[in-house]
């Protein structure tokens, strides 16, 4: 039997840090929590957890900046707002088994979705890397809304305005 837990990683960070270090960086993110309680700058951390026969498999979480002012920016005349990185993580022993598409179709509708449509006073985007790109492709998120190049060495103008306001490539 599958079910979905909604949570804020402040309320499940000793549990997911139990796991070990799966992934690194969630890990030292929900050790910071453990140690701090919170995230800086306003970031929240929400998450979707999937358990399989009440056995965690797979989870991902959103570091949400929503609250941040500093994460907005003002490019050639138009407003542009980061709402935070999406991750996703699935337990060694259930990967290939579907469960990261199951988790990131619900991390979008439940919870990426609703955090766009709060926000029509600006370009607004969430990053997804690596393998987290294709789980979000498939979850239905309009490329408008979605950079995957973040991390890299391109200027914003080639990894923010032009990969989500396609106008900005023709300027």
Not at 102 to 109: E, F, P, Q, T, W
Request: charged letters at 25%.
């Amino acid at each position: 039997m599958q079910r979905f837990e909604y949570c804020n990683a402040n309320t499940c960070a000793e549990e997911l840090l139990a796991l070990g270090q799966i992934n690194m960086k969630m890990w030292y993110l929900f050790h910071w929590l453990v140690e701090h309680d919170q995230l800086r700058h306003g970031t929240q951390a929400e998450m979707i957890k999937l358990y399989v026969n009440e056995e965690l498999v797979a989870y991902s979480l959103l570091e949400n900046y929503e609250a941040r002012t500093d994460k907005t920016k003002l490019y050639e005349g138009e407003l542009y707002q980061d709402l935070g990185v999406v991750h996703f993580v699935t337990l060694p022993e259930f990967r290939k088994k579907g469960y990261a598409s199951l988790v990131a179709d619900v991390m979008y509708k439940d919870v990426i979705q609703p955090l766009l449509a709060r926000h029509s006073n600006a370009h607004v985007y969430v990053t997804a890397t690596e393998k987290a790109v294709p789980l979000m492709q498939r979850s239905g998120i309009d490329a408008s809304n979605l950079v995957t190049q973040f991390y890299s060495d391109l200027s914003f103008k080639e990894k923010v305005a032009e990969m989500i306001n396609p106008s900005e490539s023709r300027i």
